[in-house]
């Protein structure tokens, strides 16, 4: 962590910082903004709220949060930062009809903080997850601006690496106007380092704070339907596999396959051999196997699914997000890489909602066990709905805390 280390000797490795961005991919232009080298927006007059995500998971994590702020303190402006170049993408894509200025989070050495804080001056700062820069934090401080960590986790091993150093942290984590956390086990531990009891609090999950789309067709199932959702190369074959040795046993099983992306349809295709496809308006009525060659239905079509398997999980990709099935009380199925929603499968598979998986045999055993066993199945749906339930509101929690009067400019 750069913040660790004294201005003085950053001025040193400052070279090999920059080196080291370019190295990964990082322009000049990207490195003059960390440095706080960029045009001054326009901000002037009005509140300024800032939401930091370092990278594509947290950014789509605030995403909703941010398109409610902007409706509830539309005289606001508000800020965005990322840490990642992959995040700035995301970002400008997902955000950039809702805020007012997209940039990078600064380096964390007073120079680069105070330039950035110069030309951003903001009344608020929201910072997703387990984002602690102790310059930035210090800053913040020294301004009067309120800081927060919303969304906040620390891991096992991260955790166990902080308590060696509470000294550090203790009075780190005394600069943030508030701390809020995804569970009582993250608030514990943010406690155990030093943060302030008072304004420490659970906050539960952004990612949960979704509802389900509204389900504007009809659709003939035809029998139970396994749907494997956003698969990749390389999956295709698996999850088939997996449907053919499942359906000797089910007769009524039907098989709903929609590829991550559709350039990849002859592909798929080619593994089936035998379909229908969706665009076609066929049915699963006078139909075993159909291609969702169609854009948007996706999320909608997991409501008429019996089980989902959630790909991305069977390569190096890192899964997809499950939770657009669990909200219908549909078990879900993946493989192990998913580590793009780590969080997320963390409490689905505590509230065994959700099965991770490590090979095609395992795949096959579950969802028999899910399609033979009413008893689990219905235990399983349960859970997921359940965990919705428990998990959301953290959306109103962090908009009520930037409507609190005590919380502005204190």
């Known amino acids: 962590m750069i913040g660790l280390i004294s201005d003085a000797v950053y001025k040193l490795i400052y070279p090999i910082l920059v080196y080291a961005h370019k190295k990964a991919g990082y322009s000049d232009d990207d490195v003059n903004r960390k440095?706080?080298?960029?045009?001054?927006?326009?901000?002037?007059?009005n509140r300024v709220i800032m939401f930091h995500g370092v990278s594509v998971g947290e950014i789509n994590a605030i995403e909703k949060l941010v398109k409610k702020t902007r409706e509830t303190f539309p005289e606001a402006k508000i800020v965005i930062t990322t840490g990642t170049n992959t995040g700035q993408e995301i970002a400008r894509k997902k955000l950039s009809d809702s805020v007012d200025f997209i940039t990078y989070f600064p380096f964390?050495?007073?120079e680069c903080v105070n330039r950035f804080l110069n030309k951003i001056n903001p009344d608020d700062v929201l910072m997703a997850e387990t984002e602690i820069w102790p310059f930035f934090a210090a800053g913040c401080k020294k301004r009067n601006i309120n800081l927060y960590i919303i969304n906040g986790r620390i891991s096992d091993r991260t955790f166990n690496s902080y308590k060696k150093l509470k000294f550090f942290f203790k009075p780190l984590l005394k600069n943030y106007s508030g701390i809020f956390t995804q569970s009582t086990e993250d608030m514990h531990k943010f406690l155990a380092l030093g943060a302030n009891t008072d304004t420490t609090k659970r906050m539960n999950n952004?990612?949960?704070?979704?509802?389900?789309?509204?389900?504007?067709?009809?659709?003939?199932?035809?029998?139970?339907?396994?749907?494997?959702a956003?698969?990749?190369?390389?999956?295709?074959?698996?999850?088939?596999?997996a449907y053919k040795k499942l359906k000797s046993k089910y007769k009524d099983l039907k098989f709903i396959i929609a590829p991550r992306h559709l350039t990849r349809l002859e592909e798929v295709k080619s593994v089936l051999k035998e379909y229908c496809l969706r665009s076609t308006g066929a049915s699963l009525a006078d139909n075993d196997i159909m291609i969702l060659d169609t854009m948007g239905e996706l999320g909608k079509m997991f409501a008429f699914s019996d089980i989902a398997f959630i790909g991305g999980s069977f390569n190096k990709t890192g899964g997809h997000n499950p939770l657009e099935a669990v909200i219908?009380?549909?078990?879900v199925i993946s493989g192990a890489s998913i580590h793009n929603f780590k969080d997320i499968y963390a409490i689905i598979q505590n509230a065994q909602a959700g099965f991770v998986v490590k090979t095609e045999v395992e795949l096959i055993n579950i969802a028999d066990k899910l399609l033979g066993d009413k008893d689990f199945y219905e235990k399983t749906s349960k859970a997921g709905v359940e965990v919705f339930k428990a998990q959301q509101g953290a959306l109103d929690f962090v908009i009520n805390v930037l409507k609190d009067k005590k919380f502005y400019k204190p």
Do not use: C, M, Q, W
Request: charged share 25%; hydrophobic share 30%; glycine share 12%.
């Open 35 to 45: 440095a706080g080298y960029f045009a001054s927006p326009d901000l002037s007059g």
């Open 108 to 110: 964390d050495t007073p």
């Open 206 to 228: 952004l990612k949960f704070d979704i509802t389900p789309p509204e389900i504007d067709f009809d659709f003939e199932k035809g029998g139970r339907v396994f749907l494997a």
């Open 230 to 241: 956003s698969t990749h190369s390389g999956e295709d074959e698996i999850v088939y596999n």
């Open 328 to 331: 219908f009380g549909k078990p």
